[in-house]
């Protein structure tokens, strides 16, 4: 059974570039959740991703969006790249209906730099 | 506004040591509150949740955690440590009735063999 995996695990890109990160969430799930995860930092939220709609979104701004296709994989996307994304971006996959006491499942992450 | 707090940023123990990793969550209502933990070069994984009935919640590879209603808080523990138990370990609790998660800061443990 696979677990959550994302490609590519390692990107630099320069300043004003854009990014897409994909991502493709564990067998049976059907909701998926972006994180960014500054060095230093806890995981901060993104948005998340439910029937190929954004459910939830955090506090970032328009730059960042995103994806989910009939397959329930998803793609995040970062336009205009500054040096403060340089960060890991962790995708995590659950089920809807598991609610707030669900678990989350979690790739090993983008680590994307910006230079 | 809601919010999670890991007080221990960098632990450092000798195998065999008790450990204890203070979280603390700043909200009220119907409380649900994770521990993950990142080993080296591994994912996220979760090492034990509590969302309702017995405070005292155990985990997977000895670890437990109480959940302290008055005090706001879920303290994570293990009275044994073992050098694979280095990893980094967070705090995380659902915001509002979604399974949206906010993550503490994390507590890097260092277990010396």
């Known amino acids: 059974d696979a677990g959550v995996t994302q490609s590519p695990t390692h990107l630099i890109k320069t300043r004003g570039q854009q990014v897409t990160l994909r991502c493709s969430p564990k067998?049976?799930?059907?909701?998926v959740s972006w994180y960014q995860q500054a060095l230093g930092q806890g995981p901060q939220f993104i948005f998340q991703?439910?029937?190929?709609?954004?459910?939830q979104r955090g506090n970032f701004p328009d730059r960042f969006s995103g994806h989910q296709f009939p397959n329930y994989s998803s793609e995040l996307n970062v336009n205009a790249l500054l040096l403060g994304d340089s960060a890991l971006y962790l995708c995590?996959?659950?089920?809807?209906?598991?609610?707030?006491?669900?678990?989350?499942?979690f790739g090993e992450g983008s680590r994307l730099t910006v230079l | 506004a809601q919010s999670v707090s890991q007080h221990n940023h960098h632990v450092i123990l000798s195998e065999a040591a008790s450990l204890e990793l203070g979280c603390n969550y700043s909200?009220?209502?119907?409380?649900?509150l994770f521990w993950y933990v990142q080993y080296p070069g591994q994912h996220l994984q979760l090492l034990l949740k509590?969302?309702?009935?017995?405070?005292l919640v155990k985990g997977i590879k000895g670890f437990e955690a109480e959940f302290i209603k008055s005090k706001f808080s879920f303290n994570l523990r293990k009275p044994s440590v073992q050098w694979s138990d280095t990893a980094e370990y967070f705090c995380?609790?659902?915001?509002?009735?979604?399974?949206?998660?906010?993550f503490g800061t994390g507590t890097l443990l260092a277990v010396q063999p």
């Open positions: 995590a996959s659950s089920l809807k209906t598991s609610g707030t006491t669900g678990e989350l499942f």
């Open positions: 067998s049976g799930h059907d909701t």
């Open positions: 991703y439910y029937e190929e709609e954004e459910r």
């Open positions: 909200y009220g209502g119907t409380v649900n």
């Open positions: 509590y969302f309702s009935g017995d405070p």
């Open positions: 995380a609790a659902p915001r509002g009735a979604t399974n949206k998660l906010i």
